[in-house]
């Protein structure tokens, strides 16, 4: 099993930047494809970016294509999210989840983190 921690979110001005970071436990988190996922109060969870085990492939949604950037380093067993040019429709309840069969749903995912908040104000 995987135990998922994530930090980092807080609250910060339009155009700004944070980076969240989501701890692993287990030594099988290298095998794990790792994504990101969001919640936005009253509306459905959705993808965010997705990393793949070996780190050689992402993807990401096209609402933030350009602004955020998911790595990861498996020797820390973290997973993190560099989110630039934040925008007032980014914030959300941030997850990080790992599996990710089908890496840009959240079906595809078997463990997940309890979330961190983020809010960019206007």
């Known amino acids: 099993q995987v135990q998922l921690v994530e930090s980092g979110g807080g609250l910060v001005q339009a155009g700004g930047s944070l980076r969240l970071s989501c701890a692993g436990s287990?030594?099988?988190?290298?095998?794990?494809?790792m994504g990101w996922f969001r919640q936005a109060p009253g509306k459905e969870r959705e993808f965010v970016a997705a990393?793949?085990?070996?780190?050689?492939?992402?993807y990401y949604a096209d609402s933030v294509k350009g602004r955020f950037t998911i790595s990861r380093d498996n020797a820390k067993n973290t997973v993190y999210l560099q989110m630039n040019s934040l925008k007032p429709e980014d914030t959300a309840v941030y997850y990080c989840?790992?599996?990710?069969?089908?890496?840009?749903?959240?079906?595809?995912?078997?463990?997940w983190g309890q979330g961190t908040q983020v809010t960019v104000s206007s």
């Open positions: 989840a790992a599996g990710g069969v089908q890496i840009t749903t959240t079906r595809g995912y078997d463990y």
């Open positions: 287990g030594r099988t988190f290298s095998s794990y494809n």
């Open positions: 990393i793949r085990w070996s780190g050689e492939s992402t």
